[in-house]
């Protein structure tokens, strides 16, 4: 065994050092290193919100809602996804192409309970998965966006978050502003079920709708 040992320790090493990397990038990929999000935004528009609103949003969500898993920590994750661009430039084309898909995914696997939208009307018209008010689903019929989603800058509960300024980089040059008044014109919505699948926690997320948009209507 010594004998053995001299001569293969290093390929024991490396073995177990390259089982670890392996490990590592799995389990960040099935998300088994990191606790799992209480509840997920995902935000449909032409262009990526700032990296500084989006943490704004993230923190200000978690602090409307509460420990929905129980696992000790309120942790809120917000999917961008960029569509309706028709980029004539191949590399974003296939940039909007590969969100579209990623959208499609999260959509089937029932990740967003949320949606933050530039145009409810295109998002319900290509998915018509938008609920009324209440959370019932529309009718096969309906289409439309009507009484599905709510302006932002028309609900007291989001457009009073507290989400400070964004700087960023447009094209080369640096660009500011305030973040509410970025999200003033677009659309907060939730998503109705067809089928037996629900989104995680998925009563939790009812009640934390009816106490944003409900009590502000």
């Known amino acids: 065994m010594k004998n053995w040992w001299y001569y293969h320790k290093w390929y024991v090493i490396c073995g177990i050092v390259l089982l670890g990397i392996v490990c590592n990038v799995v389990g960040n990929a099935l998300g088994l290193w990191h606790k799992a999000p209480d509840f997920q935004i995902a935000y449909i528009g032409k262009t990526e919100l700032p990296k500084d609103t989006v943490s704004a949003l993230e923190q200000s969500f978690a602090s409307a809602g509460w420990d929905f898993n129980k696992d000790g920590e309120v942790i809120v994750k917000i999917n961008q996804y960029i569509s309706g661009n028709q980029s004539q430039d191949a590399e974003l084309a296939y940039y909007e192409y590969a969100s579209e898909l990623t959208l499609i995914g999260d959509i089937s696997d029932c990740e967003s309970y949320f949606f933050l939208m530039e145009s409810p009307d295109d998002f319900q018209r290509n998915f018509q998965l938008l609920a009324d008010f209440d959370g019932s689903c529309p009718k096969e019929t309906d289409y439309s966006?009507?009484?599905?989603?709510?302006?932002?800058?028309?609900?007291?509960?989001?457009?009073?978050?507290?989400?400070?300024?964004?700087?960023?980089?447009?094209?080369?040059?640096?660009?500011?502003?305030?973040?509410?008044?970025?999200?003033?014109?677009?659309?907060?919505?939730?998503?109705?079920?067809?089928?037996?699948?629900?989104?995680?926690?998925?009563?939790?997320?009812?009640?934390?709708?009816?106490?944003?948009?409900?009590?502000?209507?």
């Open 145 to 217: 966006a009507e009484n599905k989603a709510v302006l932002w800058s028309d609900c007291p509960a989001l457009s009073g978050m507290e989400l400070g300024s964004y700087s960023t980089v447009i094209s080369g040059k640096e660009a500011a502003g305030d973040s509410q008044e970025l999200l003033s014109s677009l659309y907060f919505g939730r998503r109705c079920f067809y089928t037996k699948d629900r989104t995680k926690n998925v009563k939790d997320c009812d009640k934390l709708w009816n106490s944003l948009v409900c009590s502000g209507k």
